[in-house]
């Protein structure tokens, strides 16, 4: 992969976050998926980064080894709602 295609090919989509934004983040001290994502916002879209984040990951483990790296934190919604209570019906 050359420099352009780093600068063009996404990692996030969400975020537009790409390869070369993420291996950036790297070489700047991000040794997790979360430093990642402090550093360019991977991860913090409308997928909240099961999209992005096994491909940083896979970026990460090229510098480290894949046992150190840990995964990125997901919320889960505080309540489970199911659609018919949105749409008022019983």
Do not use: W, Y
């Amino acid at each position: 992969m050359d420099n352009r295609d780093k600068h063009e090919t996404f990692i996030c989509r969400c975020q537009e976050v790409t390869v070369a934004d993420v291996e950036k983040a790297i070489e700047e001290g991000a040794t997790t998926v979360a430093g990642v994502k402090v550093r360019t916002h991977a991860g913090m879209g409308l997928c909240q980064g099961r999209s992005c984040g096994k491909l940083i990951a896979r970026m990460l483990a090229e510098k480290k080894a894949p046992e150190d790296i840990l995964p990125g934190s997901s919320r889960p919604p505080v309540r489970v709602a199911k659609i018919k209570e949105f749409l008022g019906e019983e």
